[in-house]
């Protein structure tokens, strides 16, 4: 049954990079919703999620967000030291040549991927009101989550072939995590820890990089627009699953 139901974000995965393959013209516009659709992931599905359990403390702290701030400094680190990050955004003819970045992101998509569907074989294995509820919330969100995936890779300077594979690896991930829950059950503490590092890992990725070459366009409003239904349209859908 969880797996079938599964398939239900295959098919939305796929509609949400096709949304962000027809309108990558609109550049500056699709950047400020996905950098909105990432700020909504982390805020209201992402983080609260990974502190839901009574997770492992370290120094007092829960270690979801010291790993959320891991994840932050990782990709901090990663773009400063192969040289990404120009300071120049304001250059509508800059692009970004870092296509290891970009592949390091959607992959992290397909792993957040693969614990939706790893979710939704866990509700269904706690009941099936449960199962149904889980599964609603990762349908509504992997829309984003396919949107993200394309954008990101592009946004990078791979190549559309390759943000199409790994696009489709977004979109089978779920029907795989929940095939993985008839075979092996993954301490949730671990997933938490992974869980706050990914968040910390989209956060920077929406704030420091993608959000300020969104703003660079012209139209400036419209963006800020998007932005904003972005993270609206994660509110509204983690919101409805609760």
Same mark, same amino acid.
């Given at each position: 049954?969880?797996?079938l139901?599964a ?10 990079g096709?949304a962000?393959?027809?309108?990558r ?5 699709v950047?400020g919703l996905a ?8 805020s ?8 839901n359990?009574?997770?492992w403390r370290?120094?007092g ?6 790993? #959320?701030?891991? &994840?932050?400094l %990782?990709?901090? $680190?990663?773009e400063? /030291? @192969?040289?990404? !990050? ?21 992959s992290g998509?397909v792993?957040?991927?693969v ?6 074989g866990?509700? #269904?294995?706690? &009941?099936?009101a %449960?199962?149904? $509820?889980?599964a609603? /919330? @990762?349908?509504? !969100?992997?829309?984003a989550?396919?949107f993200?995936t394309?954008?990101?890779?592009w ?12 696009l ?10 929940a ?6 059950t ?5 997933l ?8 910390g890992?989209?956060?920077?990725l929406?704030s420091?990089?993608i959000?300020?070459?969104a703003?660079?366009g012209?139209?400036g ?5 998007c ?5 609206m349209?994660?509110?509204l859908i ?5």
């Open positions: 049954m969880a797996v139901v398939f239900g974000s295959f098919i939305t995965t796929l509609l949400g096709y962000a393959l027809r309108i013209s609109y550049r500056y516009l950047l950098a909105g659709l990432m700020l909504g992931a982390v209201f599905d992402l983080l609260p999620e990974a502190l359990d009574d997770p370290l120094f702290i829960p270690t979801p967000l010291v790993a #959320f701030v891991f &994840g932050f %990782v990709l901090h $680190v990663i400063h /030291a @192969v040289g990404i !990050h120009r300071g120049q955004a304001s250059r509508e003819s800059e692009v970004n040549e870092a296509p290891a970045v970009g592949l390091l992101a959607a998509l792993g957040h991927s614990m939706d569907g790893f979710s939704i866990a509700g #269904f294995q706690a &009941g099936a %449960v199962g149904v $509820v889980v609603v /919330a @990762v349908i509504g !969100h992997d829309f989550d396919g993200n394309y954008t990101v890779t946004l990078y300077g791979n190549s559309r072939r390759r943000a199409l594979m790994l489709v690896a977004d979109a089978v991930a779920p029907v795989a995590g095939a993985l829950t008839l075979l092996v993954i301490p949730h503490r671990l938490d820890c992974y869980l706050g590092f990914f968040a890992f989209l956060m920077y929406a420091a990089d959000l300020p070459r703003q660079a012209r139209h409003a419209a963006t800020l627009a932005t904003i239904a972005g993270v349209f994660m509110l983690v919101g409805l699953a609760t």
